[in-house]
């Protein structure tokens, strides 16, 4: 096993999910659509949708981009939404932001779909690191620029079951 050092405790996390799902309950009066971006912010969508106590419908989209160019050109989408967003309060939900490239495509792509609303929530955020302007409505956590897995994010497809946030020495 790589040399896993632990950044953000399981709890930490679980105190940060409840604290969005707070916030998100006290900003919409309705039903909420949460769209998970595949596979990454999986573990969050679920424990954050578990903690709204309001309607919640959850959507699942899939993403890919290919090398590191700088066009949405070389973004893909692998698996879109199979019900319509027309009209309705959307949230995106994120594992984690870097050079927010994907997720700049992501919003324009269902901007196109005539949501009443949409914003973005992340759990984790490298501004450092940040190549296009995304505004986020909802941070879970800061962090350095390392490079994490566990709680759904992944190095190889392994790590993403992990309890914590963890980084790769």
Request: glycine fraction near 6%.
């Amino acid at each position: 096993m790589d040399n896993i050092k632990v950044l953000i405790e399981e709890e930490k996390i679980q105190e940060k999910v409840r604290e969005i799902a707070k916030k998100i309950e006290n900003d919409y009066e309705g039903e909420i659509t949460l769209i998970c971006i595949l596979k990454g912010s999986t573990f969050f969508t679920v424990d954050l949708a578990k903690r709204i106590n309001k309607k919640v419908k959850l959507e699942f989209i899939q993403v890919s981009s290919y090398g590191s160019s700088t066009t949405s050109s070389d973004i893909t989408l692998k698996l879109d939404l199979k019900e319509s967003i027309e009209g309705k309060d959307v949230i995106i939900v994120e594992d984690i932001i870097d050079t927010g490239r994907t997720l700049s495509y992501l919003i324009e792509h269902l901007k196109g779909r005539n949501p009443k609303s949409l914003r973005l929530c992340t759990l984790l955020d490298k501004p450092e690191r940040r190549l296009y302007d995304v505004n986020v409505d909802y941070i879970g956590f800061e962090i350095p620029d390392k490079f994490v897995v566990g709680y759904g994010l992944d190095y190889n497809e392994m790590y993403r079951n992990l309890p914590y946030i963890g980084y790769i020495e």
